[in-house]
């Protein structure tokens, strides 16, 4: 059964794809578009396979990522998946495509400056004995004065300009900030006491910092996938809890489960954190997950707050 994850325009294909690769999945992406339909299929990661309507491997992969319009949705990896891809990493993709449309741009014949036509000589009429008249002279008249026009007096300027809200700096300084807050030393060895227990089953983790979504700490960090799993949270605790009929006072963890196997939990550790971990839910057991998490959280919770 296939999952709708996102609408391309919204939300770009190229961070799917990212989130894929860097959370070593094996799935299906089936993209639906105006144009046509296509799939790209990952094996742990690695993009091993592509297709349309017309067209497999290299070609197929061209074709879906030139389309700006449609749906992404996911589902089971297929058994004996080809190999049909040049490019099985979407970072070498990215710099290929990029290489190609250079080379493109400079294949491309320069632009024809056709020379502006030539006007025909001029013809000298013969002179005539009898001087032509002067023309007459044309009689302008004053112009009426019209009536004068009152302008409104312009609001006064403000004397300082808002920073704007997509502004990198404030980030920077915020997550500087909380690091000094936190007993870092002691976060890392927590996370990789996780990675110990999950034996093999822990894709990624990352402290999440609520106010700019950027990664603090973590194992096998993807930047994108935090930013999508911090957005996601607040629209969840909007949805849930500051509607008229409000189906929980807060929210302290939630986990979504794909038709792969791949778990995701996304845990509130305080005010300021959020704990975000992908599991392998083949090769980790779920029960022992929902040990080791409440284990470790007080240890956590204590060591962002340096005590």
């Given at each position: 059964?296939?999952?709708?994850i ?46 349309t ?32 891809v ?19 741009s ?44 009152t302008?409104p ?14 502004a ?13 807050d ?20 822990l ?10 979504g ?60 959020r ?20 284990e ?12």
């Open positions: 059964m296939a999952t709708t996102a609408q391309i325009g919204g939300f770009e294909l190229w961070d799917i794809l990212q989130l894929a690769q860097t959370s070593r999945m094996s799935i299906k992406l089936s993209v639906e578009s105006p144009h046509g339909v296509g799939a790209m299929f990952f094996q742990g990661g690695n993009l091993v396979h592509a297709e309507g017309a067209a497999q491997g290299d070609d197929a992969v061209n074709t879906i990522l030139d389309w700006r319009e449609g749906s992404v949705s996911s589902s089971q990896l297929p058994e004996n998946c080809p190999q049909t040049r490019h099985t990493s979407i970072v070498a993709l990215l710099m290929d495509r990029a290489r190609q449309r250079d080379e493109a400079r294949n491309e014949p320069p632009p024809r400056h056709d020379p502006p036509p030539r006007e025909p000589p001029a013809r000298h009429e013969p002179r005539s004995a009898t001087p032509p008249s002067p023309p007459p002279v044309p009689v302008i008249e004053k112009p009426q004065r019209a009536a004068p026009v302008v007096p312009l609001p006064p300027l403000p004397l300082s300009t808002p920073t704007p809200a997509y990198a700096a404030p980030n920077v300084a915020a997550r500087d900030k909380e690091l000094s936190m007993d870092l030393k002691v976060v890392k060895a927590i996370l990789e006491e996780l990675d110990d227990h999950l034996m093999g089953g894709i990624s983790v990352d402290i999440i910092s609520k106010a700019s950027m990664s603090l700490a973590g194992i096998n960090s993807a930047p994108k996938a935090c930013a999508m799993f911090n957005r996601l949270s607040e629209q969840l605790h909007t949805a849930l809890t500051r509607s008229e009929d409000a189906l929980a006072k807060g929210i302290n963890k939630f986990i979504i489960e794909g038709d792969n196997g791949l778990l995701i939990f996304v845990i509130e550790l305080d005010d300021r954190h704990w975000a971990i992908l599991v392998d839910g083949v090769k980790a057991q779920l029960g022992w997950v929902f040990v080791i998490i409440p470790l959280q007080p240890r956590l919770i204590a060591a962002l707050k340096n005590r």
